[in-house]
């Protein structure tokens, strides 16, 4: 065999592993040169050709001619007598070039090529799938879900690299099947026992703002900056937006016309409430944009502790509240203030915590309603009962008779 063809013996490398042909010779190369290193000594002298357009790899062996009593090493210098059996011109002290064909190598030494390449691609595509998502870090993927487990779903990106999106990652009420379509932002990308291990999320607050990048051009460009987001996944978010344009209106641009733009934002979400408020450095006023729906009637604002005391009216505490309390929870993180809600003394001379009502209404129930921030018998009689069974896990009928037993203790 006059030289070592490669193109038939690991085409199914480059087949399988979607490796381009350059990129293959470069490897054959290096696993060569470390074998021919192992097998004639660190000092001798080779020289590797690889031809990318026939697809074929040539190995040179280069020795010195000697006298015939002064090799002292086979590898690195060959007699004279021995040289002009090849080529009768040569002299001593030039050099002899031999082509190492695929016979020189024993059975066990083909094997160990195989077994290295093999290695050597598996690294190179680990490599670059590491380099690659690193870099992607913060963007937005779309897979197909391959498997669904328990703890985290298996998907597949469009070149068949394994993403995981774990429990923690999804929002609660995700539901997916194999072979769906799924988008998610890479959130983490680490190297575990030498493989790369990508964790893409739904939850992380920067889905939220690649999900407004994609579908409000001005904050795409700049005109628009997001300065801060907040989530309760599959719940509630509130996003706090900039404009330096005088001309744009932040909000109006980020919901769109009747709601055009936050509409897709709030389907992908699964419904999640997104409340976008503009965001200002006037730290009261902030607050009480970040407190939205609720209405606030005065801010006592304690700098040093970051705390804020927030007045409203009754039928505004609920609000500001919220279900499962995540309305005021994101305003406290949204602001980065401690806020404690407070009802306005004027309008509460007369009403009754419900906690008073212990022996008439089961104690589950008041912490069901304390929950939505109705602490006192008017703050539920002053919200509809339709409101109170939407924004509570009570029956229609349990929400009836605790009205009754409510408006009995004023008649």
């Known amino acids: 065999m006059e030289h070592i063809n490669l193109v038939e013996t690991f085409s199914e490398f480059k087949d399988f592993k979607n490796i381009d042909r350059e990129t293959l010779m470069r490897i054959l190369e290096d696993v060569f040169h470390s074998l021919l290193t192992k097998k004639f000594g660190e000092e001798a002298n080779f020289d590797i050709i690889v031809n990318v357009d026939k697809g074929d790899l040539e190995i040179w062996h280069y020795r010195e001619i000697v006298e015939d009593n002064e090799v002292e090493d086979e590898h690195l210098e060959i007699?004279?007598?021995?040289?002009?059996?090849?080529?009768?011109?040569f002299e001593?002290?030039?050099?002899?070039?031999?082509?190492?064909?695929?016979?020189?190598?024993?059975?066990?030494?083909?094997?160990?090529?195989?077994?290295?390449?093999?290695?050597?691609?598996?690294?190179y595509e680990k490599d670059n799938v590491y380099k690659k998502y690193k870099e992607s870090v913060g963007d937005i993927i779309t897979g197909e879900v391959y498997q669904v487990w328990k703890k985290e779903i298996l998907v597949l990106d469009d070149e068949g690299i394994e993403l995981l999106l774990p429990k923690s990652e999804q929002i609660p009420?995700?539901?997916?099947?194999k072979g769906d379509n799924i988008r998610a932002v890479v959130s983490k990308v680490?190297?575990?026992?030498?493989?790369?291990?990508?964790?893409?999320?739904?939850?992380?607050?920067?889905?939220?703002?690649?999900?407004?990048?994609?579908?409000?051009?001005?904050?795409?460009?700049?005109?628009?900056?997001?300065?801060?987001?907040?989530?309760?996944?599959?719940?509630?978010?509130?996003?706090?937006?900039?404009s330096y344009d005088e001309r744009i209106d932040p909000v109006g641009a980020c919901v769109g016309m009747k709601g055009s733009r936050i509409h897709g934002i709030v389907r992908e979400l699964k419904n999640e409430?997104?409340?976008?408020?503009?965001?200002?450095?006037?730290?009261?006023?902030?607050i009480q944009r970040a407190l939205s729906p609720a209405k606030v009637t005065s801010i006592k604002i304690d700098e040093e502790s970051d705390r804020a005391e927030v007045y409203m009216k009754t039928d505004q505490v609920s609000l500001a509240i919220g279900k499962g309390g995540y309305n005021i929870k994101l305003a406290c993180q949204l602001t980065g203030y401690?806020?404690?809600?407070?009802?306005?003394?004027?309008?509460?001379?007369?009403d009754v915590d419900l906690s008073e009502f212990v022996d008439e209404i089961d104690e589950w129930i008041i912490k069901e309603l304390q929950k939505i921030g109705c602490d006192t018998a008017k703050s539920v009689l002053e919200l509809e009962e339709k409101d109170l069974v939407a924004r509570t896990d009570l029956e229609e009928k349990t929400i009836l008779e605790v009205v009754r037993i409510l408006k009995a203790e004023f008649e």
Do not use: C, H
């Not at 007699?79 to 011109?89: G, L, N």
């Not at 939220?208 to 719940?235: C, H, M, N, Q, S």
């Open 79 to 89: 007699a004279f007598s021995d040289a002009i059996k090849i080529e009768p011109d």
């Open 273 to 286: 409430n997104i409340d976008v408020i503009n965001f200002t450095e006037n730290t009261p006023l902030l």
């Open 173 to 177: 009420s995700d539901y997916y099947r």
């Open 92 to 123: 001593v002290g030039d050099e002899f070039a031999r082509q190492v064909s695929l016979v020189d190598f024993g059975r066990r030494e083909i094997l160990s090529i195989r077994q290295n390449l093999v290695s050597k691609i598996l690294d």
């Open 190 to 242: 680490d190297m575990r026992n030498n493989s790369p291990v990508i964790i893409i999320s739904r939850t992380d607050p920067v889905f939220l703002e690649r999900l407004f990048e994609a579908e409000v051009p001005e904050i795409y460009d700049g005109l628009i900056t997001i300065k801060k987001i907040v989530r309760a996944p599959g719940e509630r978010a509130k996003i706090a937006v900039e």
């Open 338 to 350: 401690e806020i404690d809600v407070y009802r306005d003394s004027d309008t509460d001379v007369e």
